[in-house]
């Protein structure tokens, strides 16, 4: 009996472990701490600001690797945590608000190696520093905006079906709906019930009202929306704004993590997410006199707020679009005026909603209204945090046309003034105001040193593993060997290559068990071979039936393991996860590397040939 590999077989084995080498080669060159800055308020980088940032860094006896301008950002590269600091301090106060200096890391990869894809492992927040906020949700005013919304579309449905009515008004927890007789309350009832049927509906004939609630189940609906459309646009803004690698995810029923791989600066941090903000469209009411309003006859159905300028204006109370239907917004000039405007692209909804409240007012002006919410720090009753409200309008514009999904807003002075309102809708309006209740910094030093003593362990460990499978098994422990280094390489490879991986500490943990459990599998194999050595096989039989007496074995073992660590996944959070995933990919690149990749090698050297001894 001779052991043969046929030739298709050892060529996979030998691509794939150069495929796997080729991609976790980036992790070599690892990353360089880097600044990047970027314009804010309508500023944009350009060469100019490259010059500028070349001589802040000249004049302070900076060095740096390299300075480069692209996509509107100029990112300097440096050899040390300690020159970046000094840097963004010095970039910080040179170019002034007018700029965003943001401390980044970027790949070192060659040009070649990340044509290819090739790009390095993501670290998590404990590796490579960073800031951690953890935001709360504001899920009072979540609820109160959707009531806001039940009473515009409850008008909406009854003009639609010309049934009258005398009010429609908020009722604790609910809607109420007066109406001026029995008929027309039974005609609401009949409509609406059709339309809601997950909410609750109560009538009084003597009272002529119908009081309308949410269920239990589309309260906890709602303020599940709330959550994810906050988490939405938080991803966005964070993006919009370059943060490398950010991670943001929901952690319970109101809190959203927030982690910035990087970024050292708390204070700037929160800049970067920006406020918790959120924009409204409403008509400018120029039915009533101004100065009236200004001197304390507000009409009813109006309100007064000040724009960028501090000057007044009047507007309406009815909000004919919030900031969450807003998917895209680009700054654009008028073909026939070159004025600076806002390209802006809505949801179905959105266009639905903003179609039917713009048909009746073409050629009237209609504001953009900016809303920031801060936490005041002080708690309700019900330990939530209290909010309050600082509102501007940000921009007044002429309704060309009756507006869909699709339009433009004009009245920007400036393309700068455009660019910033473009960014500000891009970067979406919260749905309910968040506050940081907690934050975190991890500098970069003891992430380095995280990665310093994560790394020591990992050698350690297979050192040891190396030195033990040489001793004990001779030629056939440094088959062993190999096998666990192209296990090594495969597992860097692959997190380096599957989106969203992210190594920390608990996930180099994993990878340090899985050294130690893929020997496990040649273990079983060379065990295997000897018995069948001393009872008696050739070589080539002892090679044969050891390999496949073990393939059930080694296979059962695995896959319960792989089983547990799926279920890690699934049900654990942030750590556990990284420490499930390091060890789901361990677990087959070790299965792979142990039963295939050491066949071949075994095969290769002592298969196809008559052999007196086995060295093992």
């Not at 960028?308 to 917004?329: D, F, S, T, V, W």
């Not at 409240?357 to 900016?370: L, R, V, Y």
């Amino acid at each position: 009996m001779l052991n043969k590999y046929p030739l298709w077989k050892t060529l996979m084995v030998v691509f794939i472990v150069a495929i796997g080498a080729l991609y976790a080669l980036p992790n070599y060159y690892g990353e360089d701490p880097a600044v990047q800055i970027s314009g804010t308020k309508g500023v944009q980088a350009d060469l100019s600001t490259l010059d500028a940032v070349k001589d802040t860094l000249a004049q302070a006896n900076i060095t740096y690797q390299s300075a480069a301008l692209a996509n509107g950002q100029v990112l300097v590269r440096f050899s040390d945590y300690k020159t970046q600091q000094t840097a963004n301090e010095s970039l910080s106060n040179s170019l002034g608000d007018a700029y965003s200096v943001a401390l980044n890391l970027t790949p070192a990869t060659p040009e070649w190696l990340a044509s290819l894809g090739g790009v390095p492992m993501k670290l998590g927040l404990d590796l490579s520093g960073g800031v951690h906020f953890l935001m709360e949700v504001d899920m009072k005013t979540a609820m109160g905006r959707a009531q806001e919304n039940m009473i515009g579309d409850f008008r909406t449905n009854l003009r639609k079906e010309k049934i009258r009515y005398r009010s429609v008004n908020e009722s604790g927890n609910g809607v109420e709906i007066i109406f001026r007789n029995a008929d027309d309350l039974a005609n609401a009832e009949s409509v609406l019930k059709r339309t809601y049927g997950d909410y609750l509906f109560v009538d009084n004939e003597d009272k002529l009202s119908l009081k309308i609630t949410m269920t239990d189940a589309k309260l906890k609906e709602t303020r599940e929306f709330a959550l994810q459309q906050n988490i939405t646009i938080i991803r966005n803004r964070v993006n919009e704004l370059g943060v490398a690698e950010p991670l943001v995810q929901r952690q319970g029923a109101k809190h959203i993590v927030v982690e910035l791989p990087g970024v050292q600066d708390t204070a700037r941090a929160k800049e970067i997410l920006g406020a918790t903000a959120t924009l409204q469209f409403h008509m400018v009411d120029q039915e009533h006199d101004l100065r009236a309003a200004v001197n304390g006859r507000v009409p009813p159905g109006s309100f007064l707020v000040n724009d960028q300028n501090g000057q007044p204006q009047l507007l309406k109370k009815r909000i004919m679009l919030r900031g969450e239907h807003i998917i895209g917004a680009a700054p654009s000039r008028d073909q026939q005026t070159s004025r600076p405007q806002v390209s802006i692209d809505l949801d179905s909804k959105g266009g639905s909603i903003f179609s039917n409240a713009t048909k009746d007012n073409i050629g009237k002006p209609m504001a953009t209204m900016f809303i920031e919410s801060k936490a005041t720090g002080e708690k309700n009753p019900d330990g939530s945090l209290k909010f309050t409200q600082e509102q501007e309008v940000i921009s007044v514009a002429t309704i060309q046309a009756r507006l869909g999904s699709k339009f433009v807003i004009t009245g920007q002075e400036s393309p700068a003034e455009s660019q910033n309102l473009a960014l500000l809708l891009r970067a979406g309006a919260l749905i309910a105001p968040i506050a940081i209740v907690e934050e975190r910094t991890v500098g970069p030093s003891l992430g380095a040193e995280n990665v310093q003593l994560g790394m020591q362990a990992i050698l350690w460990g297979f050192a040891m593993v190396l030195i033990f499978m040489m001793v004990y098994y001779r030629k056939f422990g440094v088959v062993a060997n190999l096998a666990l280094a192209a296990n090594l390489v495969l597992i860097v490879g692959i997190m380096s290559l599957i989106p969203g991986a992210t190594l920390t500490l608990p996930g180099m943990a994993g990878i340090v068990l899985t050294v130690g459990m893929a020997v496990d599998a040649n273990v079983l194999i060379f065990e295997r071979i000897r018995e069948e050595l001393r009872e008696g096989k050739t070589p080539q039989q002892a090679i044969h039936h050891g390999y496949d007496s073990a393939f059930s074995t080694i296979i059962d073992a695995n896959i319960t393991t792989l089983i547990a660590a799926l279920i890690l996944f699934a049900v654990g959070t942030g750590p556990i996860k990284g420490f499930a995933v390091t060890l789901s990919i361990g677990i087959i690149t070790s299965m792979f590397t142990s039963i295939i990749g050491t066949r071949a090698v075994v095969n290769a050297l002592w298969g196809g040939k008559k052999i007196d001894k086995l060295s093992i």
